[in-house]
């Protein structure tokens, strides 16, 4: 299993998921225009990290904005880390949130407490 790095465009998150290390960055914004194409490299390599690894896992989001289509995918990816939490793996989820993005942690926090998986939220 090889490492993932995604470049940040202006519409598009930048990703940085080491294998070594359990590490997953997701940071900057996301309105892709064909998110299916987008986000089917990051499906995959949490497919592949879950279903063959048991190592723990930190997961950093620093995200400025995401649209509809964005949180599907989003909520995909966190339903397969939230089946790795239950099968007794250890995971640490935290969200980066800035000072004057309320809205972006109302729509965090609408997206993970639909989900069975504990999380911190640290000020930036």
């Known amino acids: 299993m090889e490492n993932l790095i995604i470049s940040p465009t202006k519409t598009t998150f ?12 997701i940071s900057g914004t996301s309105y892709p225009d064909n998110a299916i194409e987008f986000f089917k490299p990051i499906l995959d390599w949490v497919k592949e990290f879950t279903e063959t690894k048991n190592d723990p896992l ?3 989001f620093k995200v400025n904005y995401y649209n509809t289509s964005s949180s599907k995918y989003l909520f995909k990816m966190l339903e397969m880390i939230e089946n790795y939490y239950k099968k007794g793996n250890e995971v640490d989820l935290i969200w980066h949130y800035y000072e004057g993005e309320e809205d972006m942690l109302d729509t965090w926090k609408e997206l ?8 911190k939220i640290e000020m930036d």
């Open 112 to 119: 993970i407490d639909e989900l069975d998986l504990p999380y």
């Open 58 to 60: 930190l997961i950093q």
């Open 14 to 25: 930048g990703v940085n998921f080491n294998v070594e290390k359990g590490a997953l960055d």
